[in-house]
């Protein structure tokens, strides 16, 4: 990573092993658990395996074997699904598990590098700076003004500074580097920290489910219940008119499996999962899965300018010296003795490390302006971090003399709150910032001052400063943001700019790069006076927010919420913690983002390019719209099989029992991949990103979308019915008639599978996109029904009957007219 390791050698690659053996990683103890007892455990609780226990078990009794055996082979094939279920989303989530885990900076074999945090050991010596979680317990053994947050561990929010000389010199896994930087030895990982120590009630918490999780699970357990009603009443009728016990709970058991959708959690579970895993392979990380679900929702995205809309690549473009109007090029300040100085104090004013790009061009500028470096001969004695509204920053650096050096630099109005200048000078100046402003710069100020007491005062604008002069950067838009910004409009998706940076610079970066309503702009001194409810009215028809700092941000996000907008929102430094984590789809960016905003974040982007989240919000859209056909045509398939089961009975029909256990678990054998493994596969429709988020409280089980899997489910049972009757005219016996009402439903089933693929596009143009998964199923399930109508035995097991092939082709051709009439409502809908 580096050559820099701050004068020290760390451990070797030997030592490190050494101190591995004998003290182990740096991971807490959470009792591990046997995934496939879990699993085993997961599917024998499940009503539907309870119910293939029970039936099985009826059919043992009865000394029926073959349909025994039948169900303990579908008992073991259902299990089999599960387990395949759960294996491909725990693989997935254990996947992002290892994508998400944090890493440290540290030194060993006398270079600076990047360290998992499960591979730090005792002895290792880690580097601490603004904006980094510690990631173990130790000792500061350098700082450089370094400043810890320890409110995880002590409830007190304040900051606690760190040095060696201080009298509480440790650092603790978890805290937070608020300012500065420091190294430290490391002396406890995992369990033996203090984190560690109190961490393992953190195992006892159990994740909050989302409102799409909570819905499923009520509508499952309601048609549970109705299950369990339904199930009682068969049996009852059954009984009552047979007087055989275990016969009629066999009935009754056939209905409950009908009724009960337990494909849909496992279809929700799977979905997610594997949706999470997908996006990582684009360099997405989402943290939690639930993410998945927000994605496609998102209204709103709120991001900084800095990096995101621009290149974050920051070229010293011109110079602005105190007194002067002229801006002087790099051309002209090399031989400027005033153009050297603000170079030199700009430089000092940033650290002496630097990792952000304006400072690493001002440390470049200096060594190429100056005959003699004088970083080497001066020493940093006290910092002031960023700080103020708008913010600044000092240095103050003395010499082997006792000679000093003062330098600030910040926002240009900052600066000149505390410099010593005239009314005309003071105008001179701005005019100049508004000027470099419309050309899109990026502006810093920079003062000096002469302080030479040794008690320095608390705050650094209590300082007596010189004005220098202005620098000026030019960080130009990113190639691809304007095609980025457009796929957010055509979404349907607003976008706003919250920044540090002047209303000037931004507006014209964003004009530079096809941002839509440049000119709605609000500055953070205005938006301090206004009332959360004058905010709310104004935060939607404002664009660009500016000169922002962490409580404005965090009251921007609030505003958007509270005016029921779905807000994603972008960030990267330690300011941006809070508004992330109130977002409901915080995004910190991977390569430059502080380890705290990846910590708030929901997602985080690996390459720092917003583009992957028009990826992400496409994909959010697609995995959602791909659970509700799954979801739709479980409900809509599962209601022609209840009436089937239940209606010759309750009507009263000759055949009151035309399908047993087996007919139903071979429909459930069907319908479970269809929905979990054909819809996740399909591919993303064409209008994707052309449609306005929907709702975040709109989801699939509302009256409006359940009523369309309703009609569907009920048109299907009709047909299936007519089927009945038509057999029943054509003089069938009972075996026939089951024969001509299966070939029906399972007709359906595959034409519900095709038309189901889009509730837009017409079922010709879906039949182009490219599934294998569905091609398989498909083949799968059309070769199982011949071979259960031709061969002889297993013909007889299912209890079907030769039927003439014109009756097997008005029953199939009944199934496919039951679904093919939903193609009129698509044409509706295209034309609305």
Not at 123 to 146: P, R, T
Not at 489 to 501: E, L, N, Q, W
Request: proline residues 3%; charged residues 20%; contains cysteine.
């Amino acid at each position: 990573m580096s050559n820099h390791s701050f004068g020290l050698s760390g451990l070797n690659n030997r030592e490190v092993e050494k101190a591995r053996k004998q003290f182990g990683i740096n991971k807490s103890f959470v009792k591990k658990q046997n995934t496939f007892l879990k699993s085993l455990k997961d599917t024998v609780t499940e009503p539907m395996f309870v119910l293939l226990v029970g039936a099985a078990s009826i059919y043992f009794i009865l000394g029926q074997t073959q349909e025994a055996f039948f169900m303990t082979g579908a008992i073991l094939l259902v299990s089999a699904i599960s387990f395949y279920q759960d294996n491909r989303s725990r693989r997935a989530l254990e996947a992002l598990k290892k994508m998400t885990a944090p890493n440290a900076k540290g030194i060993r074999n006398s270079r600076l590098v990047d360290i998992l945090t499960t591979e730090i050991v005792m002895g290792d010596y880690l580097l601490a700076e603004e904006g980094s979680l510690i990631a173990a317990d130790g000792l500061v053994i350098q700082s450089n003004d370094f400043s810890v947050n320890e409110s995880m561990l002590t409830g007190e929010s304040f900051s606690v500074n760190k040095s060696v000389e201080a009298k509480d010199n440790r650092v603790f896994q978890g805290t937070l580097a608020v300012s500065g930087q420091a190294i430290f030895e490391v002396t406890a990982i995992g369990d033996k920290t203090e984190l560690g120590k109190i961490g393992q009630s953190i195992q006892n918490v159990k994740e909050e489910k989302t409102p799409l999780q909570i819905q499923i699970g009520g509508f499952v357990k309601k048609m549970a219940l109705v299950g369990a009603v339904v199930f009682l009443l068969v049996w009852g009728i059954n009984y009552f008119s047979s007087k055989d016990f275990l016969d009629s709970l066999l009935k009754g058991l056939t209905l409950a499996m009908s009724i009960l959708p337990e494909e849909i959690p496992v279809a929700f579970s799977t979905f997610m999962a594997l949706g999470a895993w997908r996006l990582m392979k684009k360099g997405i990380v989402v943290k939690q899965t639930k993410t998945v679900e927000s994605l496609g929702a998102a209204t709103v995205i709120c991001t900084d300018k800095t990096g995101t809309i621009t290149e974050n690549r920051m070229t010293l473009a011109h110079l602005v010296v105190s007194g002067g109007s002229e801006f002087l090029s790099p051309v002209d300040w090399r031989k400027n003795a005033a153009a050297n100085e603000v170079i030199k104090f700009a430089m000092f004013g940033s650290e002496t490390a630097p990792f952000d790009p304006m400072e690493q061009a001002l440390h470049e500028a200096y060594a190429e302006s100056v005959s003699k470096d004088e970083r080497l001969e001066f020493k940093m004695i006290h910092e002031y971090p960023l700080d103020g509204k708008p913010p600044m920053m000092t240095h103050v650096f003395e010499g082997k003399e006792s000679n000093r050096i003062i330098a600030a630099k910040g926002a240009p109005e900052a600066i000149l709150s505390v410099s010593n200048l005239d009314e005309a000078s003071r105008k001179q100046i701005l005019s100049a910032v508004e000027t470099l402003a419309r050309k899109g710069f990026r502006i810093l100020g920079v003062a000096k001052s002469n302080f030479t007491g040794k008690n320095f005062p608390e705050k650094q604008q209590q300082l007596p400063f010189v004005f220098v002069g202005l620098v000026a950067f030019y960080d130009p838009p990113k190639a691809n943001i304007k095609e980025v910004f457009q796929h957010f409009y055509d979404a349907g998706i607003s976008v706003k700019i919250i920044t540090g940076d002047n209303a000037l610079t931004t507006s014209a970066i964003a004009g530079q790069a096809g941002f839509q309503g440049a000119d709605r702009v609000l500055d953070g001194v205005d938006l301090v006076k206004m009332t959360d409810s004058e905010l709310e009215a104004k935060v939607m028809e404002t664009n660009i927010f500016t000169r922002m700092f962490p409580e404005a941000k965090l009251r921007i996000i609030n505003a958007l919420k509270n005016s029921q907008q779905v807000v994603a929102m972008t960030g990267d430094g330690v300011n941006d913690g809070p508004a992330l984590k109130a977002a409901h789809i915080g995004i910190a960016m991977g390569h430059r983002g502080s380890e705290l905003a990846r910590s708030a974040a929901s997602l985080i982007l690996t390459d720092d390019d917003l583009g992957k989240m028009v990826d992400a919000i496409a994909s959010g859209r697609h995995i959602y719209t791909n659970l509700k056909k799954a979801i739709q045509y479980i409900i809509s398939i599962h209601i022609p099989i209840i009436v089937t089961v239940a209606g010759p009975l309750l009507l009263g029909w000759i055949y009151p029992n035309i399908f047993t256990p087996v007919h139903v678990i071979f429909l459930e054998l069907i319908m479970g991949p269809t929905c979990s493994i054909i819809y996740e596969s399909e591919p993303q429709e064409a209008n994707a990103m052309k449609l306005p988020p929907r709702k975040m409280a709109h989801t699939f089980f509302s009256a409006k979308e359940l009523l369309a899997s309703i009609i569907q489910g009920i048109v299907i049972a009709a047909g299936t019915l007519l089927s009945y009757q038509m057999a029943l005219r054509s003089g069938c016996s009972e075996d026939q008639v089951r024969t001509l009402v299966f070939i029906t439903l399972i007709g359906a089933n595959i034409f519900l599978t095709l038309e189901n693929r889009s509730f837009y596009y017409s079922l010709l143009h879906t039949l182009r996109y490219k599934n294998w998964m569905l091609v398989s199923i498909i083949t799968f399930t059309i070769l199982m029904v011949v071979l259960m109508l031709s061969i002889s035995p297993l013909r007889d097991f299912f209890s079907f009957a030769p039927v003439e092939t014109l009756l097997l082709a008005k029953a199939a051709a009944l199934g496919f007219f039951s679904v093919l009439w939903f193609e009129g409502y698509k044409i509706y809908v295209r034309r609305k």
